[in-house]
């Protein structure tokens, strides 16, 4: 039986945007009981369908046709009032990036017993707190009764995720929305997210619109998938079909991009060592409260490597693993407890001021979000050539070798006098790699610099570096929590686990034999392995359990 149903749906951007059209004539049901994927890269329309559903559109973007019929009634002609009551009863949703949906001023039990209050307002304080706790329990969250007090910033990624699915079940919905609630997560917590939606909705007999751009995600979790491309449907179906035999070009685009499916760089380098991490800690100790010892986090114990010229070595865990901790004390961003850093021989820990911003001209780093990186009051051009201009250049020196590194990650010397909000997060994590390169490094830190990109675009940008690092003989420190992407890029891999060193090896050692159990559970969260395993008729992931 059919549980929502979208017929010839258009919603119209506002005038002046790239076209005219967000959504252009939708078509595609959800079933009770079923789990319908929406999937297609950013700006496919995707996000806009599932606001529409729920009349939270952003102003000047409004439905100009079609209808969303769901339990007999068109949600398109519902008055305000009425859409009030059926969000989070009815329908419910689970946004994208919890830590923005959440009020951080709100402990989060607090905003969970609100859901529950705005549709029962006489519900008495101490069911409340039972209902919220019995909630927490049902998401999978430990410890409810100290969870529910906590602030937004104190929980994970994971935890606050569970936390908004435990708001979106508050009322016991016919219809749950899932907004691209595993992107940037770790493989791990991804897999706990995945496991837990399917399950919740078995349990509930609920109807699911998840939305992805991830196919590996899509082939865990599918029950039928839509696959929007430019506001349109260009193909949909039973999953298990169109997965194994996509009839439309973009579909199969789709499948190509996602990452780790080729063979594994099979040996190691033997050039010379350019960076050395020789018995690396670092602790950090923060206040909990007055009367509260204080919290310990090991982010780095006892951390050694070794990073050969020319060679990509990806450093692969989970958040808290000290990845990112590490790339910040290479470039001593952040200070180590003790241990040494050598950069071709000497101690970076001994540079001066002088010859420590010489070594940072060396070795450049990429962060995660490219948006937060970029000074959104700068163009383009401004924020490349100001590197080279604070080594010496000359302003048109600098403009000039700004615009050659436009053209060469593939934007073009037209976005030199563009800002940073007129481009894609693809495209702005290209600028902020023409940055990075701008000054000639030795060495590239990306840190999670595809994490949060959809996977065509994400296969673009380690395509782009891949060449770029052929080219200029460069030498990269890859982190990561996705093995896939490491699988596609790196020469040797290390994996971390709470600060340690669990096991490092060439990437085809690594994937065919790895030995610590970590290891072996990251290969196995990887979303859609089993699917992408038996596509290519023999294990992608050999270390994976089958």
């Not at 969970?112 to 549709?119: Q, T, W």
């Not at 499916?261 to 670092?282: F, I, W, Y």
């Not at 702005?428 to 023409?434: E, K, L, N, V, W």
Request: aromatic share 4%; net charge neutral.
């Amino acid at each position: 039986m059919s549980l929502l149903s979208v017929r010839e749906l258009s919603i119209a951007l506002p005038k002046g945007a790239d076209r005219a059209l967000a959504v252009d004539g939708v078509n595609f049901e959800i079933e009770e009981n079923r789990i319908v994927c929406l999937v297609g890269e950013s700006g496919s329309g995707k996000s806009m369908i599932a606001h529409a559903i729920l009349g939270l559109l952003p102003q000047g973007v409004k439905p100009v046709a079609g209808q969303i019929g769901f339990e007999g009634r068109d949600l398109l002609s519902l008055a305000p009032a009425e859409m009030k009551t059926l969000r989070g009863a009815g329908v419910a949703m689970i946004f994208q990036e919890p830590l923005t949906a959440l009020n951080p001023l709100k402990k989060v039990g607090e905003q969970v017993a609100e859901a529950v209050r705005i549709h029962n307002p006489a519900c008495p304080a101490a069911t409340l707190t039972a209902r919220v706790e019995e909630l927490f329990i049902r998401v999978g969250l430990s410890d409810p009764a100290r969870l529910r007090k906590s602030f937004p910033f104190q929980l994970s990624g994971g935890q606050r995720q569970r936390v908004m699915i435990a708001m979106a079940l508050a009322n016991s919905p016919k219809l749950l929305i899932a907004d691209e609630p595993t992107t940037a997560l770790d493989v791990t917590t991804q897999r706990q997210i995945l496991d837990l939606i399917k399950e919740l909705q078995a349990t509930m007999g609920m109807g699911v619109l998840f939305i992805t751009h991830d196919i590996g995600v899509v082939a865990d979790i599918a029950d039928r998938v839509v696959v929007l491309k430019g506001g349109q449907v260009v193909e949909q179906g039973d999953a298990a079909n169109l997965l194994e035999a996509p009839r439309d070009s973009y579909t199969q685009m789709l499948l190509d991009a996602v990452p780790g499916r080729g063979s594994p760089r099979s040996g190691s380098l033997k050039a010379a060592p350019l960076l050395e991490v020789q018995a690396l800690n670092k602790t950090f100790v923060t206040r909990q409260g007055l009367l509260e010892p204080p919290r310990r986090v090991i982010a780095a114990d006892d951390v050694q490597l070794a990073l050969r010229e020319g060679e990509t070595l990806a450093v692969v865990g989970e958040s808290g693993s000290g990845k990112s901790t590490l790339a910040r004390m290479v470039l001593r961003l952040v200070e180590p407890d003790n241990g040494d850093i050598l950069w071709r021989g000497v101690k970076v820990r001994d540079m001066n001021r002088a010859a420590l911003r010489q070594y940072r001209r060396k070795a450049q780093i990429v962060f995660q979000d490219p948006w937060s990186s970029l000074d959104p009051r700068l163009k383009i051009g401004e924020s490349i050539l100001r590197g080279p201009v604070a080594f010496g250049a000359s302003r048109a020196e600098a403009a000039r070798t700004a615009r050659q590194w436009l053209e060469r990650v593939g934007l073009g010397g037209q976005a030199f006098d563009r800002f940073p909000h007129e481009f894609s997060g693809g495209q702005r994590q290209r600028i902020c790699i023409a940055r990075a390169l701008a000054l000639d490094p030795e060495l590239l830190i990306a840190d999670e610099a595809v994490s949060a990109l959809d996977v065509s675009v994400q296969s673009q940008v380690l395509e782009l570096l891949a060449g770029l690092k052929a080219d200029m003989g460069l030498s990269m420190l890859f982190i990561t929590h996705d093995l896939r992407v490491a699988r596609e890029i790196a020469d040797r891999i290390i994996v971390m686990q709470k600060g340690r060193i669990v096991e490092q090896n060439t990437a085809a050692d690594l994937f065919g034999n790895p030995t610590d159990p970590y290891t072996r559970n990251l290969l196995d969260a990887v979303p859609g392995r089993a699917f992408f395993d038996r596509r290519a008729g023999t294990p992608i992931l050999r270390g994976a359990a089958t």
